[in-house]
């Protein structure tokens, strides 16, 4: 379980077979599709259906972690169990392909399956989602009182049934296509940090993570 | 059903009751979070557990679209008339508040819930796709053959039990926190278009799709 340099097993749910070659087991990729992302999407079935809801998430070694209010549906199903499917993607461009059925995205994804577990130190679990979104932030700022802390639930799921899929670079293309006269290659997609935008009412010195916030791809 | 003009009625599984002044019931604003998006998140659930799954997607009219292989997971269950929850999130930026309770996000957010069926005329369905990539392009590439389309299976779903929850601008503090010495204000994240790159063996010229893509916003 706590074997980290060990690639991940792959399960019946895990196991990919389309487009097997873009399979990833090895809990670096994981790591840093997580890390690199702000939300995920958590599916899981109450007795409405199978939802999918996209909320805040961090990483903390072999955990996501998320938060949410006690009183909302997704918080009280997942304490009470219910099986969860945790997905983040992050898209890298369009792939274009110079046959139609070739064409394909290029992408960072990762899947979780598992369930959550309350996370009895919600204290240090919110700070190191504040530490996620700005490093010294959490020093800062007003701190979360008795009764905040208590409307509120942080769960975290085991990365230990995992996987990702990832793939980069060059449209591939039958060899007897590649004489087909259509422009192929990759129309890339970026996430990038843009100029910060202080509260109009804001009277405070701008921190240095914020300087530094557009600086940065995100 | 499809007066497209009255609001979406909010169900049992779309009534949005978190942060609820955010919630959305406009086709307007449903349609244009998910034509600005390339991929959508499929929540399912099968004999082995809730999936969710990455893939593409476009609409037409009231219907989101989506294609897999017809050997897949999710293509198999689906067309089994598995009850799917559909969700796009796109992330406009970290919400910094003075209060550590009062952080947020700014996005915009889609989820759609029911069941997909399969389009007879993929043809049609896959040319709407490719047009929503780039427009033109269809006519340049090389089609897709009989055995090309008889291995994929596109599926849609109506978008008649649906809701959208937008978050945009400024953080929001308690009227006593306002005095609390921290930056308060929004980190931007956007989703640009990079400089498109052509595969090492492109030999045709630039189409206007091409030439156009990193002069616009993604």
Redesign the interface.
Known sequence: MNDTAAPLPAT??TRI??VAENARYDRATLHAIIDAA??C?????DD???????T?CWREGEHLYIH??N???MVKWLLQG??????I?H?D??V??????N?S?N?R?A?V?GRFEPVADKHAA?AAL?DH??VG??A?????NDK?FAA?TVLRISLDEAACKVRSG??VDDAE??L????????????????????????????SY?AA?AAQP?
């Open positions: 019946d749910r077979r389309r702000y939300l999407h958590v599916a899981f079935a409405k259906g199978t939802h999918n809801i996209p805040a949410g209010s009183g909302g549906r219910a099986q969860a499917c945790v997905t993607t898209l461009g369009l274009l392909a110079r046959s139609a059925f064409h995205m992408y994804s899947m399956y919110l504040m979104i700005a932030r959490q800062e700022i007003r701190a979360g905040e509120t060059a449209p296509d590649m087909h006269p259509v422009w192929a290659g990759v129309l890339p997609l970026v996430q990038v940090r843009g100029a910060p935008v202080a509260d109009t009412r804001n009277t405070a010195p701008v921190p914020v916030w995100a």
